[in-house]
């Protein structure tokens, strides 16, 4: 990866004028090819906008260069599965991705009681988020019901863990203490995950 760019879509960059300066961006770069994930409105006109001579996606709009055909599969082969576009040949099993290590578990997480849980209740767009309200509920029926549970995420402003119910013991909270590697092994090793639409639900 050389560059990123960033996209505040619903903000400085948000309506037909910030996807045309965002276009005229990217169009600097000279692109010649584009692969995307996403088939929403937003990105369709985006797409649409860029000068690239090869634009490869899922989806059918007229746009796209290439089509692909969704299959039932992890976000992360989704992801990758576009490259054989580009590379027919290649074995799609040999490529990068995320595996649980056992090492990178936390021991406090095996000392947990079963069935284990992980919630996530973070989420950067307000339309993706559940409530730390229904939250707060859901975490309260899962310990009466003597679930071990495991808070992730990094905003700790939800405070959903925050009470003084001694059945918290079967409450582990790590919001802003895992690394990606300890996030990995943690929803690999649980028996549930449930979260916003965020990214330990692409995990």
Known sequence: MNKVFSYDKNNKESGIDGRKKKAEELNTEVFNTVLTLHSSKRTRLLI???????????????????????????????????????????????????????????????????PLVVI???????????GADKFQLLLNTLKMKGYG??????????????????????VLDLT???????????????????SNDSAPVHI
Do not use: M
């Open 149 to 170: 549970i495991i808070l992730t995420g990094v905003n700790k402003s939800l405070e959903i863990a925050n009470d003084s119910n001694p059945l918290n013991a079967k």
């Open 120 to 130: 996530a209740p973070d989420s950067v767009w307000k339309t993706k988020q559940w």
């Open 48 to 114: 649409e906008i860029l000068n690239a001579l090869r634009k490869i996606g899922y989806g059918s709009y007229p746009a796209l260069t290439d089509k692909v055909t969704e299959v039932s599969e992890p976000h992360s082969s989704k992801a990758i599965r576009l490259l054989q576009v580009l590379f027919p040949d290649a074995d799609l099993k040999t490529l990068p991705r995320l595996v649980p290590l056992g090492s990178a578990l936390p021991q406090e997480v095996r000392k947990l009681p079963r």
């Open 176 to 194: 802003s203490k895992t690394s990606l590697e300890e996030l990995i092994s943690i929803i690999s090793y649980c028996d549930l995950l449930i």
